[in-house]
Nanobody, 115 residues
Framework: QVQLVESGGGLVQTGGSLRLSCAAS????????MGWYRQAPGKQRELVAV???????NYADSVKGRFTISRDNGKNTMYLQMNSLKPEDTAVYYC?????????WGQGTQVTVSS
């Protein structure tokens, strides 16, 4: 199955921006959705944003207006542009791919927002 690798995490101050990338190991011809999830220490993993094969998107209420999910089919890569970051955005961010045959997760990338 397709392997996913996230990158772009790091340390940023409150109000700053980061762009996360999720690179797939090969072209995905058929998928249901691709999404970004995050997990903060002591908390459950939660959905941040998702993009469907129709190109429609959904966002968690906590990130609406600040985060933007997108895909570049030519580069087999999905992105999460994060603006106006807050300390509560601190978490490990994971990308997920859902296809008709399997679900694949990346290994995660740490995002830390300092106050």
């Amino acid at each position: 199955q397709v392997q996913l690798v996230e990158s772009g995490g790091g340390l940023v101050q409150t109000g700053g921006s980061l762009r996360l990338s999720c690179a797939a190991s090969e072209t995905v011809f058929s998928f249901n959705s691709m999404g970004w999830y995050r997990q903060a220490p002591g908390k459950q993993r939660e959905l941040v944003a998702v993009i469907f094969s129709s190109s429609s998107t959904n966002y968690a209420d906590s990130v609406k207006g600040r985060f933007t999910i997108s895909r570049d089919n030519g580069k087999n890569t999905m992105y999460l542009q994060m603006n106006s970051l807050k300390p509560e955005d601190t978490a490990v961010y994971y990308c997920r791919l859902v296809t008709p045959r399997y679900v694949s997760w990346g290994q995660g990338t740490q995002v830390t927002v300092s106050s």
